[in-house]
């Protein structure tokens, strides 16, 4: 069964906005765990725009399921990142300027520094993600620098304006997916999925987990956390059913 991890940084996005107490995203994460969440993800950022330490830290405490935490290499999120031990470790580029992270991680450009992180990381105990694009070189090099999880870049399925290109992209996608399996890597995917466009990709094969924030977060302000989670996790569970 495919798991659901569900980001909740854009409930830190409305903290922040007055610099205040409330939402609190940890107690979204509970919420989120209420609805069948079986993973929390969050990422912290160099520029501190929406999870702050504070909320990693208690979200350790707290979180009984997986808790994943995307990252960039930057010594300073390394390090805390090894101190806190999440169970989990997204590796994902990072630009100051960009409104959300904008495509995979080029592995093969940073391969030195990547290992080096990767390593550090797995000394404390934590599993390793990279978050790439479905690329065959950047799938290897994932390999190579001792990743043992991948998470496919979906936005360019995503936001695909026609039903060639959504066609085209969702193949580029399955084939990653057999690569990165053959590889023995563990296929996770995410960015820019909704409660349209999941099922299509719930239902390639080898896909292990499936990484969803903004649109779970936009439901819940109409329905609350708990039955957007339900909502998404229902519609995964179904195209799985249909693709056996």
């Known amino acids: 069964m495919i798991r659901l991890g569900v980001n909740i940084d854009h ?4 903290r922040q906005a007055r610099r205040g107490r409330e939402p609190d995203p940890v107690w979204a994460a509970i919420e989120a ?6 993973g929390i993800t969050v990422h912290l950022r160099e520029d501190r725009r929406h999870i702050q330490d504070r909320d990693v830290r208690l ?7 997986r808790l994943n935490l995307e990252m960039s290499l930057a010594e300073d999120i390394v390090r805390f990142a090894c101190d806190v031990r999440p169970d989990e470790a997204t590796l994902v580029p990072e630009r100051r300027q960009e409104l959300t992270t904008e495509g995979g991680l080029d592995v093969v450009s940073h391969e030195e520094r990547v290992q080096a992180v990767v390593a550090q990381l797995k000394e404390r105990g934590i599993i390793v993600s990279l978050f790439i694009e479905p690329d065959p070189r950047q799938i290897e090099c994932a390999r190579l620098v001792g990743a043992e999880a991948v998470e496919f870049h979906t936005g360019r399925y995503a936001l695909a304006s026609d039903g060639e290109s959504r066609h085209r992209e969702l193949e580029a996608l399955t ?3 057999r690569r990165a399996h ?3 890597l563990h296929v996770h995917m995410g960015h820019g999925l909704n409660y349209e466009n999941v099922c299509a990709v719930a239902a ?3 896909v292990e987990e499936l990484n969803i924030g903004h649109s779970i977060v936009s439901r819940a302000i109409f329905v609350g956390m708990r039955q957007a989670v339900r909502e998404m996790k229902d519609l995964i569970c179904l195209a799985e059913r249909r693709a056996r």
């Open 11 to 14: 409930v830190a996005t409305v």
């Open 33 to 38: 765990q209420l609805g069948g969440a079986d």
């Open 59 to 65: 979200l350790r405490e707290i979180v009984a399921v």
């Open 175 to 177: 084939q990653a997916a």
């Open 182 to 184: 053959e590889a023995g």
């Open 204 to 206: 390639i094969p080898y």
